[in-house]
């Protein structure tokens, strides 16, 4: 990086982790929840993951990459509810969810907070988390790495984690894969012979030490914890110039 190029901000390490989540994933549509994960998918589309469909966040298959809430110059074709449910049933897709719960196995919750029974607070719903988890990788974007969001045991379960597939069977576990949950301290996967949550890379400026703080149950930490890798020159002139000129990621992961 230059000596006049602003320096690379957590939000864009975010854009890139969320990025590679994609990479590989050849002609498979990308489903990003947030604005993080979205330049993500359309940095992928720009650069090493040029198979993938994108959508207009609605019901339309678009054939260029623009802006984040800038309207598609291309739209290759019409994708119905109907067929975006083919879709995640067949596992043509990889989608980024996001999680107002995880816990250690990856089982995710955004429907309520407290005893299902009376809940303290109603979030979303249960809405077609089951269905994506066990059909298609589902991957998560938590822009606020908390204790009360990473949790020992969720409220409700949504998306489903890997003790819970494991629980219910081949029928339940032959297409299930969470590749990572990205935060804003770190990437985390599931590569551990229990199927637990294992830290993967640390975002640059953040220390195992604040991550294991802000995580409500023993993460899988190894011996030696790589950094999110940088973004390239030329990443880096898409994240701020093609694909989010206005910043929007800094909103969503503000500059500590």
Known sequence: MSSGTPAVTRAEYCVVACAEAWRGAGEVLASP????????????????????????????????????GAPAGVVEGWLPYRQHLALVATGRR???????????????????IGPW??????????????????NNPTSYWIPRHLPRIFVERVDMVCGVGYDRAAAAGPSATRYHRIPEVVS???VFDFETPDRTMRLRSLHP??????????????????????????????ELRLIRDVVDPKGLREREVPTA
């Not at 980024?96 to 429907?111: E, L, P, V």
């Not at 029974?117 to 066990?134: M, S, W």
């Open 94 to 112: 990889h989608v980024m969810m996001g999680a107002s719960q995880i816990d250690r196995y990856g089982n995710q919750n955004i429907s309520c």
């Open 184 to 186: 804003d301290l770190g």
């Open 117 to 134: 029974e009376r809940p303290e607070r109603q979030l979303l719903g249960v809405r077609g988390a089951p269905v994506n988890t066990l």
């Open 205 to 234: 400026g953040v220390t195992v030490e604040q991550v294991a703080r802000s995580t409500g149950f023993t993460l899988t930490v190894p011996d030696d914890v790589p950094y999110t890798r940088e973004p390239t020159a030329e």
């Open 33 to 68: 929840m947030g604005t993080v994960p979205t330049i993500g998918a359309r940095l992928a589309k720009l650069t090493f993951s040029p198979d993938l469909l994108l959508t207009d966040g609605e019901a339309l298959l678009i054939g260029d990459v623009p802006a984040v």
